[in-house]
């Protein structure tokens, strides 16, 4: 055994020699960045360790350089601890759960005019007389009676759990008699001393691969009474969903692992919102989940494996409703119900059937395009009565993963570019000195380069000598001519945290080629479906956090969406989280996703016969503005 001091915080641990430094991390319960799930692809894991153990490794000396390794810098999904050592993260790879772009990611949210709420859980309070050698009729007879006087209904059957009837003679004669009744349909979900009528709430949560977004109302006003956000906690296995099905092949509870991981968050959630908005979490009695089909599997532990492997199927893609006790340590109480919205496909999910049920599509008698971007692409198109879907493998690089300075939108990432007059601006989030830079600086960039020629439609970087004339010297000098391929300097080595330079790579601009084509590719694809062009669409809505942020020229600009009137697109920020909030509240909403998950004609990218065609052809950039 050795021991092991983890800065920051000085938090010290005793661990076997000769484990893994991410596995330190992770029994720590310190999370960082590890966007290709720890197998050393992408080198966002950067840490110090000291004293030196051994030698970088050959995928340590690619992401590394010379001066890094002199300071003692590692991977930390490379190296393994073999004595008392110290480790050192930067503060630019830990991941913070109140990142200012994180709270900025959801906003309070007003319900639409045409929707309308339904109380569907309910409290009825009951006062009891006391029982005598005279009235020997038992609790919950006595219970049933009041009820039905009440409901005015004498039919139900009522369904009451044991665990519940356990309590009932206690509660009743510590209380006077008196209690209230949480009813959901015909079945008893909590029996509680006294008069708790005013005391009912329900939680919706968007779970999004790289976000969570919580959203606590109260179940008979039908307002918002508190909203957080948080890092989906399965990241340290890896940016996308394919690896982290890759990890829970790999390990034997890896399904578990990856479960736990979310309950956990979920859990914390639901306590800070509870004590933002002072009330009992154990009045909590709905909760509704909304994600995609990996997230939606994790979370009730079904088998992933075949998410991955074609024909990509699913284990369920129906909606389903159980207990909070079938979830392992979920906090409300055990019968409190447990909603996740019905997927379509494997990649289509029941985030993107909460997005339609936001902006109330099937009320929409034009043609209606919705692209949610995140770290999938996933595609709705609304034509002649009819919804097809898809969805794109964009990959991650969106969302900074596989960017050479990439990272996530969170504290210190570059989020917006502009160049004007031969000065490059930059917005930093939350801090004086850039860390990296995130997908919507680097979109920015890229059309930036683009409208200057300094990228070419085909995506080459210049050199300095082919830029166009009239680019001022200060842009030109950006370019930097390197062995194998050109880079353009973004934030120099003076403005940037770690001391080292913030670029752009011919290589990143590939990877972005390459996410973006494959959206414009599955765009393409659902209007030929449908035999209507572009200008055939009255309507393009960008949906989720990473579409909500995009400028929408530089969107047209670099291809994402086939060029068109920028009037015409406008961005709809977290429908997922809004339409999570319609299904908490109204059966009706529920039984309406059921329907339009059935309605919706998925396409399957990788086996339609023009795709690989349609997707080399949107590689290019082709727009200038």
Known sequence: MIKVTINPGKKKLTIPAGTLVLDVLKKAGMM??????????????????????????????????????????????QTYLNQTSTITIPSYIQMHEEDSIIKGKIKSHLLNNDFKPVQQIKKIYIQLDPPTLQDQ?????????????????????????????????RLLRDNHFKITIT??????????????????????????????????????????????????????????????????????????????????????????????AGIDYQQIYLTVLAGNTSMHHFLWSLPTENLAVSPYVPVITDSMTGESGDLPHFCLTPHARVYTAPNVSAYVGGDIIADMIDISIWRKAGNILMVDLGTNGEIILTAGGKIWACSAAAGPAFEGARISSGMRAAFGAVDKVKITKGRLDYHVIGQSKAFGICGSGIVDLIAELLNLQIIQPNGRLVKKEECPDGIAKTIKERIIQGEKYNQFLVVSSEESVSGEPIYLTQKDIREIQLAKSAVAAGIRILLENAEIEIENIEEILLAGAFGNVLDIANVLTIGIIPYTSPERIRSIGNAAGQGA?????????????????????????????????????????????
């Not at 966002?44 to 590394?64: F, R, V």
């Not at 052809?617 to 082709?622: E, K």
């Open 32 to 77: 960082i960045v590890t966007p290709c799930g720890g197998k050393g692809n992408c080198g966002k894991c950067k840490m110090i360790i000291s004293p030196q153990h051994s030698k970088p490794n050959a995928n340590e000396k690619k992401w590394l350089s010379e001066k890094e390794i002199k300071k003692g810098f590692r991977l930390a999904c």
């Open 137 to 169: 009729h038992s609790d919950w007879s006595r219970i049933k009676s009041k009820l039905e006087a009440q409901l005015k209904d004498c039919h139900r059957s009522w369904n009451i759990p044991v665990e519940i009837l356990h309590k009932i003679p």
């Open 183 to 276: 009813l959901f349909e015909d079945a008893i979900i909590a029996v509680e001393a006294g008069d708790t009528r005013e005391e009912l709430y329900g939680i919706a949560f968007d779970i999004g691969t790289t976000t969570i977004a919580g959203y606590l109302l109260h179940l008979s006003t039908f307002k918002e009474i508190a909203i957080q956000a948080s890092d989906n906690p399965q990241s340290i296995y890896g940016d996308d969903v394919i690896s982290r099905i890759d990890f829970a092949q790999k390990d034997s509870k890896g399904g578990q692992k990856l479960q736990q991981e979310l309950i956990t968050t979920l859990n914390q959630m639901i306590f800070s919102l509870s004590q933002k």
């Open 581 to 625: 909030e319609k299904l908490l509240l109204s059966q009706e909403m529920r039984d309406m996703a059921d329907r339009l998950s059935k309605k919706v004609q998925y396409i399957e990218l990788s086996s339609h016969l023009d795709f690989q065609r349609i997707f080399a052809d949107s590689l290019f950039f082709r727009h200038f503005i």
